[in-house]
């Protein structure tokens, strides 16, 4: 499987975004899909995830209340809407995909990843 991520843009603090994260593929409802972030200067974050058929989500703290992930296998996407954004979401998002069924926050059991969407939040 093959991942896009896009969506990303640049909106002021309170506002909404909605991310897609694409997949080629016939077999992406077999991976659970995870989203993570990196700001600069700092490591690779987990934000949320979701199990292969999106009956088990996962979200950070600091994500959770403000983002929802959900997903449509039958258009090969997964979705991260976002919120009451705050200037601290500013970073590079990616999504990543796991052949694994239960979601995990663990960057390492995700074997394949997308490019990354930027996302900039403004006060």
């Known amino acids: 499987v093959q991942l896009q991520a896009s969506g990303g843009g640049v909106v002021q603090a309170g506002g909404s975004l909605t991310l897609s994260c694409g997949a080629s593929?016939?077999?992406?409802?077999?991976?659970?899909v995870g989203w993570f972030r990196q700001a600069p200067g700092k490591e690779r974050e987990f934000v949320s995830a979701i199990s292969r058929r999106g009956r088990f989500t996962d979200y950070a703290d600091s994500v959770k209340g403000r983002f929802t992930i959900s997903r449509d296998n039958a258009k090969n996407t997964v979705y991260l809407q976002m919120n009451s954004l705050k200037p601290e979401d500013t970073a590079v998002y990616y999504c990543?995909?796991?052949?694994?069924?239960?979601?995990?926050?663990?960057?390492?059991?995700?074997?394949?990843w997308g490019q990354g969407t930027q996302v900039t939040v403004s006060s």
């Open positions: 593929g016939r077999t992406f409802s077999s991976y659970t």
């Open positions: 990543a995909a796991d052949p694994q069924a239960a979601p995990s926050r663990d960057p390492i059991r995700y074997g394949v």
